[in-house]
């Protein structure tokens, strides 16, 4: 088992209630990855009820978009943000 997959059941571990997809878009975070091994990863780790089949592409070209844009860390940062602001009201 590569550190990569270890790091997973890690945090998958520490996070029950996540589901593999949420583990799998944490741990590739500020990393940098081929497409061919970031789809690899994705097939072997993230369960298949997770997502459909058929957007199985769609989602491996918007984690690779945002992985060699950079965007990756900034967008995660506006979503919290939004998250935070709508908190507030709660």
């Not at 369960?47 to 844009?69: A, G, H, P, S």
């Amino acid at each position: 088992m590569n550190s990569f997959t270890t790091k997973f059941n890690i945090l998958a571990r520490r996070n029950p209630w996540w589901s593999s997809y949420i583990v799998f878009t944490e741990m590739i975070k500020d990393k940098s990855f081929t497409k061919k091994r970031l789809t690899k990863l994705f097939k072997e780790l993230v369960d298949k009820d997770d997502y459909e089949e058929d957007e199985l592409k769609q989602i491996i070209v918007f984690f690779w978009t945002l992985l060699i844009n950079g965007k990756f860390a900034v967008k995660n940062r506006e979503i919290c943000s939004q998250r935070d602001e709508r908190s507030r009201f709660v």
